[in-house]
């Protein structure tokens, strides 16, 4: 069964940066475009970037773009979401997902991330 | 328009059927993919595609569109079919994604 492991959420300050991880596995990583989506508390989901099978192209929420970066190793099976500028509305529960072609098959468990402080 | 309306609540009687709608401009041009949270998990997709269901989800779930709305029907609903329901799809660029709000079922 497909995994994916998020890491790295935590509390951070207004204007801090985090680095978040997705490890992957039971699947052929590089086949698939990869999506980081949030959650902030109580409210929907949302989608925050996405990543094309060899790192190009990528694509952007615009509330994010020019703050965050995502990026993969496919060689290590592994999706990354660099986090700067953070701001309040930052604050979530950031999940990544596999694209399957336009809809998420699969999910990880989701990683928090506090922007207080 | 790059939004995708969902009703905020929808309820069903234990073992009815009950349709859960997303209205959007995308909608004219792409289909809708449907997921479903239950409190503290993460989504699961349900439907997705013109008329495709992920292995494990049963025939109970299906999927429809006309015009700017896509629609959810879950018929013979159960206990366990409550929880939040989200729709999703492309804005009309597509170089967005875009979900829809969220509708929470609850089964009376």
């Known amino acids: 069964q497909v995994q994916l492991v998020e890491s790295g959420g935590g509390l951070v300050k207004p204007g801090g940066s985090l680095r978040l991880s997705c490890a992957a596995s039971?699947?052929?990583?590089?086949?698939?475009?990869m999506t980081w989506i949030r959650q902030a508390p109580g409210k929907g989901l949302e989608w925050v970037s996405s990543?094309?099978?060899?790192?190009?192209?990528?694509y952007y929420t615009d509330s994010v773009r020019g703050r965050f970066t995502i990026s993969r190793d496919n060689a290590n099976n592994s999706l990354y979401l660099q986090m700067s500028s953070l701001r309040a509305e930052d604050t979530a529960l950031y999940y990544c997902?596999?694209?399957?072609?336009?809809?998420?098959?699969?999910w990880g468990q989701g990683t928090l991330v506090t922007v207080s402080s | 328009s790059s939004e995708l309306t969902q009703d905020p609540a929808v309820s069903v009687a234990l073992g009815q059927t009950v349709r859960i709608t997303c209205q959007g401009d995308s909608l004219r041009n792409s289909y809708a993919s449907w997921y479903r949270q239950k409190p503290g998990q993460a989504p699961v997709l349900v439907f997705f595609g013109k008329n495709s269901r992920p292995s494990g989800i049963p025939d109970r779930f299906s999927g429809s569109s006309s015009g700017d709305t896509a629609s959810l029907t879950i018929t013979g609903a159960q206990a366990g079919d409550e929880a939040e329901y989200y729709c999703?799809?492309?804005?009309?660029?597509?170089?967005?994604?875009?979900f829809g709000g969220g509708t929470k079922l609850t089964v009376l």
């Open positions: 990543i094309s099978f060899s790192g190009a192209p990528i």
């Open positions: 997902a596999r694209d399957h072609g336009g809809w998420y098959d699969f």
């Open positions: 039971k699947f052929v990583f590089s086949n698939y475009y």
């Open positions: 999703q799809s492309r804005d009309i660029s597509g170089n967005y994604v875009i």
